[in-house]
Nanobody
C-alpha cells in the first residue's frame, strides 16, 4: 500500500502561481509513477500531469502545457506540481496519484493510489 498526502492548495489570484506537494509513504513509494488529476465543480476528474519513477519522463494535459511543471524528489518520496499563470479553469480539487511501474498514463483507471485532494481556487 502507498499513502499519499497533498498540501499547498489555497486561494490565488488569476495570473498567479501555486506549488502543490504530495508526500508518499508506504511500500517502496519511490518506485512508482506519480501524477496529478483535478476535478472542477460539477465536472469529471481529469488528468493534469504525470512523471515516471526516475523523473526522466513527464506528460501533461494540453490545457496546462507550458504553465505547469511536475517534478519529484525520490529521496523525500515527494512529488510537486508547480502551477504558473493560473486562470479560472484552475479552480478544482487537485489529487495526487500513483501506480507501480515506469509508464506514463493519463487515464484515471490506470492509477491505483489516490490522495484526499487539495483545493485550489483561482480568483479573477
Amino acid at each position: 500500500q502507498v499513502q499519499l498526502v497533498e498540501s499547498g492548495g489555497g486561494l490565488v489570484q488569476a495570473g498567479g502561481s501555486l506549488r502543490l506537494s504530495c508526500a508518499a509513504s508506504g511500500r517502496t513509494s519511490s518506485t512508482y509513477t506519480m501524477g496529478w488529476f483535478r476535478q472542477a465543480p460539477g465536472k469529471e476528474r481529469r488528468f493534469v500531469a504525470a512523471i515516471t519513477r526516475s523523473g526522466s519522463s513527464t506528460n501533461y494535459a494540453d490545457s496546462v502545457k507550458g504553465r505547469f511543471t511536475i517534478s519529484r524528489d525520490n529521496t523525500k518520496t515527494t512529488q510537486y506540481l508547480q502551477m504558473n499563470s493560473l486562470n479560472a479553469n484552475g479552480t478544482a480539487v487537485y489529487y495526487c496519484t500513483a501506480r507501480g511501474g515506469n509508464i506514463l498514463y493519463s487515464q484515471e483507471k490506470n492509477y491505483d493510489y489516490w490522495g484526499q485532494g487539495t483545493q485550489v481556487t483561482v480568483s479573477s
